[in-house]
């Protein structure tokens, strides 16, 4: 961790306080989901979806909902609460990709929220060759992991320090399968830079990762309009014909594409 990952701390309290716009965000879905007909069709691959930290797969049920009206088959990761790689949860979640692949006989993409998209981009790390995609919402899988609001819960549940994960993986490493980081720097949970794919060690790794911001709130990103158009955008591309996300036209209003070493100026 460098010194300029130190001095990153968690969101601000008024962006902390802010997180009840959610709500909004919520009304934001139900308004627009009359729209979700014209977003891009998928081609029924299997789509594993991972809760937050604290959070069920009830807290994902919206989000899986809209995969399914898209097209995909998506699951609920079935291992109630999220509180942390405890009691042969990782074990758990190995076995779910491993019989999911079983079943449908192809790669699973994956689509984490929040510790849920950390769990995802380590899953990829250790299966690889059963995953398609990975999209992270608002996972702080690289800097400092003391910049959260949720760093002491997640230590007092999980059991384990937040620097010493029981994991033989680095965090930040990027997964060796295309993979998209969403964030928002208005988080008031965990700290935007954290959750944004920092440039890859190598050029092959750099050419399939991309960070996406959108603008809402930590606890709204599974019900975001924005985040929902960019998952039917990025599930649908071919598997063997990756490409970065067009951000050109219309799109500029409502996302920004950062490199992944510039980090104060986006």
């Not at 399914?68 to 790689?85: A, D, E, S």
């Not at 405890?86 to 019989?99: C, F, H, S, W």
Request: hydrophobic share 40%; net charge positive.
């Amino acid at each position: 961790m460098s010194i300029s990952d130190t001095a990153i701390k968690a969101p601000s309290a008024f962006f902390l306080m802010a997180e009840g716009r959610s709500v909004f965000e919520m009304g934001a879905y139900f308004a627009t989901k009359p729209l979700f007909r014209h977003l891009k069709k998928g081609d029924g691959h299997p789509v594993l979806v991972l809760p937050g930290l604290a959070a069920s797969d009830f807290s994902t049920v919206i989000l899986r909902r809209f995969l399914k009206k898209r097209g995909y088959q998506p699951y609920g990761w079935k291992q109630g609460r999220n509180l942390g790689l405890r009691d042969r949860v990782l074990e758990n979640m190995l076995a779910k990709v491993d019989e999911i692949f079983d079943i449908h006989g192809e790669k699973l993409s994956l689509v984490g929220w929040s510790l849920g998209g950390i769990f995802a981009r380590e899953l990829a790390k250790l299966r690889p060759e059963k995953i398609r995609f990975v999209i992270s919402l608002g996972s702080p899988h690289s800097g400092n992991p003391k910049a959260s609001h949720a760093t002491r819960f997640y230590e007092y549940v999980s059991g384990h320090s937040v620097k010493n994960p029981p994991l033989t993986t680095v965090l930040s490493e990027a997964p060796p399968v295309p993979t998209t980081s969403i964030y928002s720097k208005t988080d008031g949970v965990v700290a935007w830079q954290n959750c944004h794919q920092r440039k890859p060690v190598t050029a092959d790794t750099m050419v399939h990762t991309e960070n996406i911001r959108v603008e809402g709130s930590h606890c709204g990103l599974g019900v975001n309009p924005s985040v929902l158009y960019i998952l039917a955008d990025r599930l649908a591309q071919d598997e063997k014909a990756w490409k970065p996300f067009a951000n050109k036209g219309v799109r500029k209003i409502f996302f920004r594409i950062p490199q992944h070493d510039v980090m104060a100026s986006h």
